[in-house]
């Protein structure tokens, strides 16, 4: 319509015109249209993209547009008709290619190109001689629209005089076009709350803002991260080492080697909180198989151990697990610095013989998971593709805990031993929607779906994970394992505090929110006997030192903050992403300072030495990642590769 309204009104300027000439700005619509309607066909017809609903349809097709609009509308600028259209020309050959390259890094990859697996050649490695077998000659509909164009500038005539577009129509132009540009983020923006902070798997994007923005957003993201990086030499890392090495908690005899040879098994326990555990609703008791391991001879339940994540929830979680560093306060750090060099906990078992794998069935690309696993050194990602997946044993986000469980021990009892797997459930998930045979207590009866609904999904994972040690008993995979289960973010978010204040019958202030993000971790060792409750004060990002330690391994070399829950040299200490923190007698958020045993407010002098400190620990870890320091760091020797370090040693 917009186009229709300029190529009227530049007409008249146009001097000169043969009869029967289109409008001046003809070609500009043509390529546009072409290249929107290619964008829509190829969609559909290269990316197996899910469509669940209508809304998703509509936003589908219009998210090329506004990319469209623009790009091709830069033509306005150049006065030169000729100019003008060899620039539309070879923007559209570009696109093209753009299209046309995402099409067959699909057929190979089912996946959308990024920007860091272009420089990362060992992806193509398998490319290069079944490239030529992926290429078609019906692939030339992948340049229909530059056809079109070409032709449409053969046989039509379109005014050929010099041409000065007016400002102001330029103008209305560009708004127009960023007005569907905030048409398309605002119906995507419904459609997936926090889009472009929290959903960071690709096809996701590309479902909602389009292939053409997604690759501009990409190259936002790469870039920003890669400045940063290029600014950093190593010598931070001197300061940073410094603050690892004084504030590292050394292994205690009692527990050191205490698993030692054993399978390591860890389970991520989607969005449980430890307010469910032993604890009931309405008189129904929520985890039975839970409750039953925090008084278990063979486990250790950590009582006061909270998540410690940001906007990448599940992601940053494992993040903290596998590095023992924060997670970034800004996004998702597995997708802005999936490109660092990291020294994983996965890394430091391939070196011990273990064979490390992640069982996740979603999709590989969400949360980066298939880019930042090969960046943590993980040997094997057991995605959806490792699954048997239908309708009857899925729900909402995908296969069942139950199922999952039960192929995971399929495929674990496959693995060479020792291994290390983790595994990441699915079925506690928002919306928290679960199959009426499956709902083995009834709901709550909050003002809030989401917390009447939370008990059944957590009891129902709670019944799954039984079925999963019963699983590894009967594999034979049990008695020489060891199995950590922590929960790996808040489930039932501040929107909801109405609700809850009625289940916890207390009002929910801003230090009962920070006590709430109390999540279970549960280390249970087969047939060792020395379970206990332990109430030490602790986060996420001590879950790796406690583990390798259990399994005899050293740590004192590794670059990172955490500390063995074992340890006498363990603080009461744990930091949120936020800067706020509990410790044994403290309770830090939203700039207040509490007393942890009565809630009640205290004067902040009291905090500030743990306030110093918060900052402090999340600004090595940031530095670390923002700087991809790890790269000057030789783990095995425990050297700094600089020479500002060399000097200081
Ligand atoms: C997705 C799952 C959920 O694969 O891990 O992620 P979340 O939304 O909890 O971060
Ligand atoms: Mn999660």
Aim: overall charge negative.
């Amino acid at each position: 319509m917009m186009l229709l309204l300029i190529n009227k009104r530049v007409k008249g300027e146009d001097v000169g015109m043969k009869k029967k000439n289109w409008p001046t700005h003809s070609i500009l619509a043509i390529a546009i249209v072409a290249t929107w309607i290619k964008t829509y066909v190829v969609y559909h017809t290269s990316f197996d993209m899910e469509i669940e609903n209508i809304m998703q349809q509509v936003i589908l097709f219009i998210n090329p547009l506004s990319f469209l609009l623009l790009i091709y509308g830069l033509s306005l600028f150049f006065k030169r008709p000729k100019a003008r259209n060899r620039y539309i020309v070879l923007t559209s050959i570009i696109l093209s290619i753009i299209v046309y390259a995402n099409a067959v890094f699909y057929r190979f990859f089912t996946d959308f190109i990024t920007i860091p697996v272009l420089f990362q050649t060992s992806n193509f490695g398998d490319l290069g001689a079944s490239a030529a077998e992926s290429i078609f000659l019906t692939d030339i509909f992948y340049f229909m629209d530059v056809i079109v164009i070409i032709v449409a500038l053969k046989w039509l005539k379109v005014g050929e005089k010099f041409t000065i577009v007016k400002p102001a129509i330029r103008k209305s132009y560009f708004v127009f076009s960023a007005a569907v540009l905030f048409l398309n983020l605002g119906l995507s923006e419904i459609e997936r709350p926090q889009l472009l902070t929290r959903s960071f798997d690709r096809e996701v994007l590309v479902k909602n803002i389009g292939s053409y923005n997604y690759h501009l957003y990409d190259l936002y993201i790469q870039s920003k991260s890669h400045a940063q990086r290029a600014l950093a030499d190593g010598s931070e890392l001197v300061e940073v080492n410094n603050f690892v090495r004084s504030s590292q908690a050394d292994p205690t005899e009692k527990t050191f080697g205490l698993a030692e040879d054993r399978n390591l098994i860890i389970v991520s326990l989607e969005s449980l909180q430890s307010f469910v555990i032993n604890n009931d609703m309405n008189g129904h008791e929520i985890t039975p198989f839970l409750n039953s391991l925090t008084a278990d001879e063979d486990t250790f339940y950590f009582s006061n151990f909270y998540h410690q994540t940001g906007l990448g929830k599940t992601s940053d979680s494992e993040f903290l697990v596998e590095n023992s560093l924060y997670p970034l306060g800004g996004g998702a750090v597995f997708f802005t610095h999936s490109g660092n060099t990291f020294h994983s906990m996965a890394e430091s078992l391939n070196e011990e013989g273990y064979f490390t794998n992640v069982l996740h069935p979603n999709n590989k690309s969400f949360w980066n998971r298939d880019m930042m696993y090969k960046a943590l050194d993980i040997q094997k990602y057991y995605d959806e593709n490792s699954y048997i997946v239908n309708e009857e044993n899925s729900v909402s986000w995908g296969l069942k805990d139950a199922p999952f469980f039960e192929q995971s021990v399929d495929l674990m009892a496959e693995m060479p031993q020792p291994f290390y797997s983790r595994l990441i459930t699915l079925t506690n998930h928002y919306p928290f929607t679960l199959d009426v045979e499956d709902q083995n207590i009834p709901e709550y009866d909050s003002n809030s779906n989401t917390l009447n609904k939370y008990f059944q999904t957590v009891n129902y994972m709670d019944e799954a994970l039984e079925l999963f040690f019963e699983d590894l008993k009967e594999k034979g995979l049990y008695d020489n394992s060891i199995i950590v289960m922590y929960g790996d973010h808040y489930g039932i978010s501040e929107n909801h505090n109405n609700a809850m204040s009625q289940y916890l019958e207390k009002e929910i202030t801003p230090f009962e929110s920070a006590k709430l993000q109390n999540v279970p971790l549960f280390v249970h060792i087969p047939n060792s006997g020395v379970g206990e409750e332990v109430t030490e004060v602790a986060g996420q990002i001590d879950v790796r030192p406690t583990i390798l330690h259990l399994l005899g391994i050293d740590t004192s070399k590794d670059m990172q903050l955490g500390a063995d829950l074992f340890s006498e040299e363990h603080e009461d200490f744990v930091v949120f992403r936020d800067g706020g923190f509990v410790t044994d007698e403290l309770v830090y958020t939203k700039n207040v300072c509490y007393d942890s045993a009565t809630g009640v407010e205290i004067a902040v002098e009291s905090c500030q030495p743990y306030i110093d400190r918060a900052i402090q620990e999340l600004g090595y870890s940031d530095q670390i990642i923002n700087g991809d320091l790890l790269r000057f760091y030789d783990l095995k020797t425990g050297n700094l590769l600089i020479e500002e370090a060399e000097k200081e040693e």
